[in-house]
């Protein structure tokens, strides 16, 4: 079945916003608290109703962009995008907030709002749904900003737009029910977080182009969308597609190319290896609904129909790329290290294989007493010797700390505290 739209995305990013919107209503509320639309606003408030509004976007902001991976597991990956999101959110609210203001006033006056004097409901109104779509456009923009894609940017502020102008609409209409300011901006700004996070997650949604769905295996019924030219899969948290807690699954396992309208796969696993349609492949275009096995985990691929004028499976011609420094399958390999699970990692003698924690190494260790860049073996002679990298924990060679050793068949082989046995 053609899953297009990510229910467990949007049910996340919907229910995160709200928090956020509640969250960030607390230091509204404590600078608004027993302010009126009659009274006039003194520098203090002025200022530091910028400043909670600015807190008010980053909290938003910051847990939308956290809502990515559809988990409550916190990861580096979350954090880091939580941050940069939160300062993102935090700078545009300034301006956004300035001219918010600025049309909210404007509309009020004309409405009668002046002098202390009680003007017209619907001028109110049309202020509010005008200040809030204001500030939820650049919330979203700042949102989608903070993946680095300025299609996201786009997205997110016609996400935003929307949730905004819905946020606005119910603000005032509570707080007439409830006679209640407190109240009507709880569930106002909760409202317009709820809305932004909705609106956010279905423009995502509608506009993705290619995504993978979990069938089997522990997370079962997840999707991941596809975007960039490269999405690294494995067990390491690094990872785009993050598939945690099989030992089947290597760090980084494989590797998903976009060239053009194509997605290929690329295999990176030595001893398990990567199948599709039931073949073990190493690099392979993928067309609609062709299924993955990865260790225990079992994945289908799927695009959008008419994405790309198609409308049925295909198998185009697909260009692969350079290959990388450890490709798996490479026929000039002449060593593996061999984990005491059994794992074999290939060591080509042409290359310089780096090892480390960092998913930018050859070999990906996801062992927190490994350094990110740990050390490197390279061919020496025609022979094999390993290098620290200045590693905190160390290298050890037939349990010797080393800066630099040759390596000989059935060395028992030590990065920090990963043990690997060297055959060649």
Request: proline fraction near 3%; hydrophobic fraction near 45%; aromatic fraction near 8%.
């Amino acid at each position: 079945m053609n899953r297009t739209i990510n229910r467990r995305e949007l049910m996340f990013k919907a229910l995160v916003g709200l928090l956020g919107g509640a969250l960030g209503w607390v230091p509204v509320e404590i600078v608004n608290h027993g302010h009126s639309l009659t009274q006039v606003e003194s520098a203090w408030l002025v200022y530091g109703n910028l400043f909670v509004m600015a807190i008010l976007a980053g909290v938003i902001g910051a847990l939308i962009a956290a809502s990515d991976d559809q988990t409550f597991t916190i990861t580096e990956q979350m954090k880091q995008r939580a941050l940069r999101s939160f300062v993102i959110c935090f700078l545009l609210s300034a301006p956004a907030t300035y001219f918010s203001n600025r049309a909210f006033s404007a509309i009020l006056a004309a409405g009668g709002w002046v002098g202390g004097v009680q003007g017209s409901i619907f001028y109110l109104i049309l202020a509010r749904v005008v200040g809030w779509t204001l500030m939820g456009m650049m919330l979203g923009l700042g949102v989608g900003l903070a993946t680095g894609s300025m299609r996201n940017a786009l997205k997110g502020a016609a996400g935003g737009w929307v949730g905004g102008f819905v946020g606005g609409m119910v603000f005032d209409p509570i707080g007439m029910l409830t006679s209640s300011g407190m109240l009507s901006r709880f569930t106002g700004f909760s409202a317009v977080g709820l809305a932004i996070g909705l609106f956010i997650g279905l423009a995502h949604e509608l506009t993705k182009t290619a995504w993978l769905v979990v069938e089997a295996g522990r997370l079962r019924g997840r999707q991941f969308r596809l975007d960039g030219p490269t999405v690294t899969i494995g067990r390491a948290e690094e990872n785009a597609i993050g598939l945690f807690g099989d030992p089947g699954v290597q760090p980084r396992h494989a590797i998903l190319e976009r060239q053009g309208e194509i997605y290929a796969i690329r295999n990176l696993a030595v001893q398990a290896g990567t199948i599709v349609n039931g073949a073990r492949i190493e690099t392979t275009a993928l067309a609609d609904r062709d299924r993955i096995q990865i260790g225990g985990y079992e994945l289908s691929f799927h695009e959008r129909v008419g994405a790309h004028g198609a409308s049925a499976p295909r198998r185009p011609a697909w260009t692969p790329a350079a290959p990388l420094p450890n490709a798996p399958a490479a026929a000039a390999k002449t060593a593996y290290l061999e984990s005491a699970a059994g794992e074999r990692i290939a060591i080509a003698a042409s290359s310089r294989v780096t090892i480390g924690r960092a998913l930018e190494n050859d070999i990906v260790i996801n062992d927190a007493s490994v350094s990110r860049h740990h050390a490197a073996i390279e061919a020496n002679g025609g022979g094999f010797r390993v290098i620290d990298l200045n590693s905190q924990n160390g290298c050890f060679v037939g349990g010797q700390r080393i800066s630099e050793a040759p390596l000989s068949d059935g060395a028992a082989v030590r990065f920090g505290d990963a043990v690997y046995t060297f055959h060649g």
